[in-house]
Every structure is written in structure tokens, then in C-alpha cells.
């Protein structure tokens, strides 16, 4: 079992920044990627950001290509997901996911950010 607990949440004026992270623990030895995923009120979730914890390859989103930049420390079992020039369309739950081998997710519970105008 994987646990993840999301913080760094909170509210910001926009063009403002946050610093996501995502502490994962329990049996974390197979766990091949992360990522961040956001959901705004009334829409589906949609995928931020996502990194090969072996690599630290990473992918993004067009929407915060940029603006976020994601990153782990391996370490603390810790995924970040740093956002600069924040804009109110970034207003949503920021969820961390991960993946473990072979093919089974895990979700935390997410982390709210409100950008305000």
C-alpha cells in the first residue's frame, strides 16, 4: 500500500506562487512515476504534470508549460510541483498520483489552490 499526502495548498493573487508537495510512504519501492493532477468545481480531472521517479524525466501539461515546474526528492519520497505566474484558471484540487508497477495508481487527497484576481 501507498500512501500520499498532498500540502502547500492555500490562497494567491494572481501572477502569485506555490510550492505543491506530495510526502508518499508505505511500500513506495515500486513506484515508477508521479504526477499532479488538478479538478476545478463541475470539471473532470485533468493532468498537470508528471515525472519518472527513476529519470526525473518530466512532462507537462501545455496549459502550465513554463509556469510549473515538477520535481521529487528521492530521498524523502517527496514530489513538488512548483507554480509561478499563477492565473485564476489554476484555481482547482491539486491531487498527486502515483504509479506502481505494474499498473496501479494511488491518489492522495488533494490540496486546494485559489487564485484570486
Known amino acids: 500500500q501507498v500512501q500520499l499526502v498532498e500540502s502547500g495548498g492555500g490562497l494567491v493573487q494572481a501572477g502569485g506562487s506555490l510550492r505543491l508537495s506530495c510526502a508518499a510512504s508505505?511500500?513506495?519501492?515500486?513506484?515508477?512515476?508521479m504526477g499532479w493532477f488538478r479538478q476545478a468545481p463541475g470539471k473532470e480531472r485533468e493532468f498537470v504534470a508528471a515525472?519518472?521517479?527513476?529519470?526525473?524525466?518530466?512532462h507537462y501539461a501545455d496549459s502550465v508549460k513554463g509556469r510549473f515546474t515538477i520535481s521529487k526528492d528521492n530521498a524523502k519520497n517527496t514530489l513538488y510541483l512548483q507554480m509561478n505566474s499563477l492565473k485564476p484558471e489554476d484555481t482547482a484540487i491539486y491531487y498527486c498520483?502515483?504509479?506502481?508497477?505494474?499498473?496501479?495508481?494511488?491518489w492522495g487527497q488533494g490540496t486546494q489552490v485559489t487564485v484570486s484576481s
Open positions: 508505505g511500500r513506495t519501492f515500486n513506484i515508477d512515476t
Open positions: 515525472i519518472t521517479w527513476s529519470t526525473g524525466r518530466a
Open positions: 498520483k502515483a504509479r506502481q508497477l505494474p499498473s496501479y495508481d494511488y
